[in-house]
């Protein structure tokens, strides 16, 4: 079968070479993809916010299964096209995807559904913002809040205002930073303490299927210091989350999700993603993602075992209770190589060396391309996503910085603390 995967950068790298490495597939395609990427399917130059071109392309080139990667096409209701059309397509609804392109809609949807979270209010413009800061939720003058764009922002529309002036200071800047669009609408929330995990799974409208539990961290800067990036790393440890709090985020998060998704009339069928916190007052979900990370992709798809096409196929079925999708035992690491001004102004068109020396790690590409001699060369702020796995997490992180130190290009930057 063919198939088509949205989107450019490293996650849709792993997950191109998830497909080619299946039995069962003929063709892949990757719109846009890039210099990496066409090492393992045909890049096809249309953006993931051109959903007709998408659909008339999968149709014309009998596409069997389209694979979404990024939040832009799904906001833009990619899927209600492809399904319009009659193409199978993996990834939920436009109605579905509000859980992440709105963290407004997204927090009403917990709090009717009882999924546990931090006490929040939405706020329709700075002056409503500022003024809930002295209602009484948030704690006094000197209490952290944290200020959110509701809309889709990549990364930038958070603050974590360490008390009242910095809050009202990130609340009017907040559009700067965001964008317009996306601070349009303002959530405040409750600062919640303790660890963060990601728990990503498959969802076919009903059940769903657990990925490995992973961490992320998202300072370019070691020890968390910085500004935010798109992600300098990740890393995939079972032990994460003990099975009780495992058992308690099905329980109290998971289900009334999909079950709240059902009786409002978008049951999630794709990649939904839980930014948790765990507290000592149990697990809280932070965020929803309507699809997979990037680099969490990488740590996750190195450890799968059963064949994706296969799982997508149990998804769109509704058959995901009935398969048993089998993960590699142990842990896995991913570290990203960036480019030198990333993420203010990265360089490009930096040659990248050592490439063909890694052999126990996988590269994934995030912003490559090739010059007129034929040499990869840096075109993007994240460059290169470099993973491996291992017995024990120090096994893939050690194996994982091993190999990177084989590869160099002027200017690179990465954080040597990941999963640390
Ligand atoms: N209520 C909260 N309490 C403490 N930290 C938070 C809270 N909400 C978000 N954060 C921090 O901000 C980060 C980004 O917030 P998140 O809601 O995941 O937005 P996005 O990923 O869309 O930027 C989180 O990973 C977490 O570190
Ligand atoms: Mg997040």
Not at 250 to 261: F, H, N, S, V
């Amino acid at each position: 079968m063919n198939i088509l995967v949205v989107g450019s950068g490293g996650r849709e790298h792993a997950i191109c070479a998830a497909f080619s490495g299946s039995s069962r597939v003929g063709k892949v395609y990757c719109a846009n993809g890039n210099a990496g990427i066409s090492q393992v399917a045909e890049c096809v130059p249309i953006n993931p916010d051109e959903i007709q071109k998408l659909a008339n392309f999968a149709a014309s080139n009998a596409v069997d299964l389209t694979f979404v990667g990024g939040e832009t096409s799904l906001a833009l209701g990619i899927v209600d096209e492809f399904e319009k059309r009659g193409l199978r397509i993996i990834g939920p609804t436009k109605a579905a995807a509000e859980l992440e392109a709105s963290k407004a809609f997204s927090k009403d949807f917990m709090a009717r559904h009882a999924v546990p979270t931090a006490r929040y209010r939405n706020a329709d413009s700075t002056r409503a913002a500022v003024a809930f800061l002295n209602d009484g939720v948030f704690g006094d003058a000197h209490s952290p809040v944290v200020v959110k764009a509701s809309g889709l922002a990549a990364g930038k529309g958070v603050v974590v205002a360490a008390n009242r002036i910095e809050a009202v200071e990130a609340i009017q800047g907040l559009a700067s930073i965001a964008g317009e669009a996306a601070a349009d609408r303002i959530v405040l929330e409750e600062c919640l303490i303790g660890k963060e995990v990601s728990l990503i799974m498959f969802a076919d409208g009903e059940d769903f299927a657990l990925m490995p539990p992973t961490r992320d961290h998202k300072r370019i800067g070691e020890s968390e210091t910085g500004p935010n990036t798109g992600g300098m790393g990740t890393f995939t440890d079972d032990a994460l989350l003990s099975p009780e709090q495992t058992e308690q985020v099905i329980d109290e998060i998971i289900k009334p999700t999909l079950k709240g998704c059902i009786e409002e009339g978008f049951p999630f069928r794709g990649i939904l993603f839980l930014g948790l916190m765990m507290t000592y007052d149990g697990p809280k979900l932070l965020e929803y993602n309507v699809r997979s990370g990037d680099p969490e992709t990488q740590s996750i798809l190195v450890r799968l075992e059963t064949d994706l096409v296969d799982v997508c196929e149990a998804m769109l079925d509704g058959r995901l209770s009935k398969i048993d999708i089998k993960w590699k035992p142990g842990c896995s690491a991913t570290v990203v190589l960036a480019a030198e001004g990333y993420p203010y102004s990265p360089r490009k068109g930096d040659v990248i060396r050592g490439l063909a020396d890694v052999t126990e790690a996988i590269v994934f590409h995030a912003g490559t391309a090739r010059n007129e001699a034929g040499e990869f060369v840096t075109s993007g702020g994240r460059v290169l996503v470099v993973t491996a796995t291992g017995d024990t997490l120090d096994a893939a992180l050690s194996t994982a910085y091993r190999e990177l130190s084989k590869i160099s290009f002027e200017g690179m930057q990465f954080r040597r603390d990941i999963g640390r």
